[in-house]
């Protein structure tokens, strides 16, 4: 990932280290360490907090591409598709494009894929859905890599009702809102919304900096 991506990693885990006063325990151990004892942490306390909300709620707030989104947001959380809008912006276009699937191929309110198995319309709104999911991701500066597995989560029958969406939705933004706590208060600028884009280096420079 780069010398860059590393340094900023070392720097969220050192910076709640810090705010935590365990300066003694961030010496006696290496940068990769902390690191792992960091995503462990809070990648499962993000997970179990949204998994708990669905528990209480007995609704699809917690599915599989979302581990996949709490890894990126804690792992590289000041890369452009770790930001809120390309998380957002990035599940809302794969959820989308499942269902338009879905609707394209006639799979609407069939048992899904994995109870009855894989037939040509699956597919084709599997291939379909996630074409269209990357397409739309790269056209509107979205991207945002668990997103293709919403969309095939969508188009193979395990979220198949369009009024799950605002549900699904909300799982990513409770995600995001616990994301954007524990960097800050770690001492990462996580955007608001959007990152900030990295700048270009001359060709020698980057070269050096990997």
Known sequence: MGRKNEQLRWQLAKGLVQALHLERLASKYSRTTVMAVFNLINGGFSIALVAFVALITQEAFIFPSLGAT?????????????????TL????????????????FGLQGQPSAFTTGVDLPRVGAAALSLGLTSCLMVVFRVAHPPAGATALIVSLGLMP?????????????????????MNRLAGIPYPLWSAAPEPVLPQHQASRAD
């Open 89 to 104: 912006c990035g599940h809302l276009t794969g959820a989308l494009m499942g269902l338009l699937a879905l609707y394209i």
């Open 161 to 181: 009702d369009p009024a799950q969406l605002p549900i699904l939705m909300a799982g990513v933004a409770l995600l995001l809102a616990h994301a954007f706590l």
């Open 70 to 86: 709490a890894f990126i947001l804690f792992y590289v959380p000041l890369a452009q598709p770790a930001s809120p809008r390309n």
